[in-house]
């Protein structure tokens, strides 16, 4: 698992499992979109995370760019 995926579990107060932690590592090794550069993911629609919630628990921690 990568050192961004790693924080933003920890960030998002979620335990990293090894199924997930599996699945993140073969999606990381598959994605072809980031064999070239990084990829910028959009918290609230690709991960369907409500960001007020997240701000209001981890505000003192997290800063979202907004795009």
Do not use: C, W
Request: aromatic share 4%.
């Amino acid at each position: 698992m990568d050192s961004n995926s790693m924080r933003t579990y920890m960030l998002a107060d979620m335990p990293i499992t090894e199924d997930a932690e599996g699945r993140i590592d073969h999606y990381l090794g598959a994605d072809p979109r980031r064999k070239h550069g990084q990829v910028s993911n959009n918290l609230g629609g690709d991960f369907a995370i409500d960001i007020p919630a997240l701000r209001e628990r981890r505000h003192h921690r997290l800063t979202v760019k907004r795009h």
